[in-house]
């Protein structure tokens, strides 16, 4: 099992920025590609970025790519996404999400079997 735990959520104005962290424990956190994904009131949980295990590669949605960096720290245990200039509809639960890494990078939900509780991300306009 792979505990994962969110942090860094928050209120914070349009053009700002804010850093999210997930802690994993449990099992050898270096053998797992992590991932962000996310939840608008009344809509679909969507990607946003993923991670290799070794932290050497990574996968952006499209729409987010230059304000959203997907980072890991293995020695810690603990993968980032740095978000910037924040926008009203980037509003919605962050959720962190872990999977073993022999099956690579993927954007799809399924793929992911351990996931945190989520951190809410609100972005006032």
């Known amino acids: 099992q792979v505990q994962v735990v969110e942090s860094g959520g928050g209120l914070v104005e349009t053009g700002g920025s804010l850093r999210l962290s997930c802690t994993a424990s449990?099992?050898?956190?270096?053998?797992?590609?992590m991932a962000w994904f996310r939840q608008a009131p009344g809509k679909e949980r969507e990607f946003v970025a993923c991670i290799t295990a070794s932290g050497t590669s990574a996968y952006y949605t499209d729409s987010l790519k230059g304000r959203f960096t997907i980072s890991r720290d293995n020695a810690k245990n603990t993968v980032y996404l740095q978000m910037n200039s924040l926008k009203p509809e980037d509003t919605a639960v962050y959720y962190c999400?872990?999977?073993?890494?022999?099956?690579?990078?993927?954007?799809?939900?399924?793929?992911?079997?351990?996931w945190g509780q989520g951190t809410q991300v609100t972005v006032s306009s």
């Open positions: 999400a872990a999977r073993s890494d022999s099956g690579g990078l993927s954007v799809v939900r399924s793929h992911y079997g351990y």
């Open positions: 449990g099992r050898t956190f270096s053998n797992y590609a």
